[in-house]
């Protein structure tokens, strides 16, 4: 994998549950180029032992979370200007085999369908153990958001200079 961390790059001070380094309780994923493929975003999560559901299994909610946060940073990072947020719109995720405590999970993302610069797109996830082996895979639907959009849906006034930056990418 690629020495660059996209999402400590290209939003610093980031405390997103998912994808931010700065939340303490959050799952710190890291997402890098794919080195074997321009098209492809990869990610790693490694879920603490506290992050089960039933005894000694990885809560499913987490690989969803881990996923959602890769649908999102696909499209911004592999067709960038659109000065927005890619948000998740709709999803589709089937699970195939359950994901272990402090193992590594292989996050995969890219582009399955796309319109223009400003339509939803649909973006391919999977999340993989160390073997290999496929452990979740689905759609994600996600639609570009620019600032003053996001703004009047959330009622959020002021933006955090940090996520401004990130709108501009």
């Known amino acids: 994998m690629s020495a660059e961390i996209l999402n400590q790059t290209h939003l610093a001070h980031n405390t997103c549950f998912g994808c931010g380094h700065e939340n303490p309780h959050g799952l710190h994923i890291r997402i890098f180029r794919d080195e074997e493929n321009p098209e492809r975003l990869r990610g790693v999560l490694h879920p603490k ?3 089960t559901g039933f005894p000694g299994i990885t809560h499913g909610g987490l690989l969803y ?11 911004k990072m592999l067709r960038p200007g659109s000065q927005a ?23 995969l993302g890219w582009i399955e ?28 639907k996600v ?27």
């Open 49 to 51: 032992t506290h992050m």
């Open 143 to 169: 639609i570009p958001v620019p600032l003053d959009k996001f703004q009047k849906i959330t009622g959020i006034a002021s933006i955090p200079e940090n996520w401004q930056d990130f709108f501009k990418l």
């Open 65 to 75: 979370t881990a996923l959602d946060c890769m649908g999102a940073w696909v499209p």
């Open 85 to 107: 947020l890619w948000l998740l719109r709709t999803a589709t995720l089937t699970y195939h085999k359950p994901a272990f405590p402090e193992r590594d999970i292989q996050l």
């Open 113 to 140: 369908s796309e319109g223009s610069a400003k339509e939803a797109m649909t973006v391919h996830v999977e999340a993989r153990d160390e073997s290999g082996v496929l452990l979740a895979d689905g759609a994600f």
